[in-house]
């Protein structure tokens, strides 16, 4: 391959990026809208992203609940109870626990399996189900990578239909310091 063909990849990867993240914006903005539109109110620091958004996305964020694909609606203080909540509900379908089955001992990150019978092994272990554990010692961007690409997408579990809502404490800060400027401006306003 030569250095321009490599240069033009580049740039091609770089504007599927950006195309990704402009589609998963209008998505999450549009699945925020409709769950204001059904009486769920999001504070003003929460949004909502699908697990389909680009990992990347929840990197900084705090998960406060999570909808299922069949609608139920979970309380999830941290990624890993999120994460646990999700391979409970694929594993509860008959057909994927087989699957997941004869997947453990083949789904592995960089350095240790995913997948296992045992927490053997495993730094950070969630219990699925008896004979069942995921390795959950990863960054945040990481941990929902893995669970989407290398167990989810194969087991036909609809994670598309998986809506999180979260914190965003860039967020809550910037709120903060508008509410600030804003007393600010208004305490020199009043002064005058």
Same mark, same amino acid.
């Given at each position: 391959m030569t250095k321009e063909q490599v240069t033009v990849l580049a740039e091609i990867e770089s504007i599927r990026g950006e195309c990704h993240q402009l589609i998963d914006s209008k998505f999450d903005a549009l699945a925020s809208?409709? $769950? %204001?539109?059904?009486g769920a109110e999001l504070k003003e620091d929460e949004r909502v992203l699908t697990l389909a958004a680009m990992p990347s996305a929840f990197k900084g964020k705090k998960p406060v609940s999570l909808i299922l694909p069949g609608g139920v609606e979970m309380n999830t203080p941290s990624w890993k109870k999120a994460v646990t909540a999700i391979l409970q509900d694929c594993n509860s379908d008959p057909?994927?626990?087989?699957?997941? $089955? %004869?997947?453990?001992?083949r789904v592995f990150g960089n350095f240790r399996p995913l997948l296992?019978?045992?927490p053997e092994g495993m730094a950070a272990p969630l219990k699925i189900d008896e004979g069942l554990y995921w390795e959950s010692k990863f960054d945040t961007?990481?941990?929902?990578?893995?669970?989407?690409?290398?167990?989810?997408?194969?087991?036909?579990y609809d994670y598309q239909g998986v809506v999180i809502r979260y914190l965003d404490p860039q967020l809550a800060s910037t709120t903060v310091e508008e509410t600030q400027e804003n007393t600010v401006q208004m305490d020199q306003t009043l002064s005058l």
């Amino acid at each position: 391959m030569t250095k321009e063909q490599v240069t033009v990849l580049a740039e091609i990867e770089s504007i599927r990026g950006e195309c990704h993240q402009l589609i998963d914006s209008k998505f999450d903005a549009l699945a925020s809208r409709v $769950l %204001e539109e059904g009486g769920a109110e999001l504070k003003e620091d929460e949004r909502v992203l699908t697990l389909a958004a680009m990992p990347s996305a929840f990197k900084g964020k705090k998960p406060v609940s999570l909808i299922l694909p069949g609608g139920v609606e979970m309380n999830t203080p941290s990624w890993k109870k999120a994460v646990t909540a999700i391979l409970q509900d694929c594993n509860s379908d008959p057909r994927r626990h087989r699957w997941m $089955l %004869e997947l453990r001992g083949r789904v592995f990150g960089n350095f240790r399996p995913l997948l296992a019978k045992t927490p053997e092994g495993m730094a950070a272990p969630l219990k699925i189900d008896e004979g069942l554990y995921w390795e959950s010692k990863f960054d945040t961007e990481a941990l929902l990578r893995n669970l989407t690409d290398k167990l989810l997408c194969k087991v036909g579990y609809d994670y598309q239909g998986v809506v999180i809502r979260y914190l965003d404490p860039q967020l809550a800060s910037t709120t903060v310091e508008e509410t600030q400027e804003n007393t600010v401006q208004m305490d020199q306003t009043l002064s005058l």
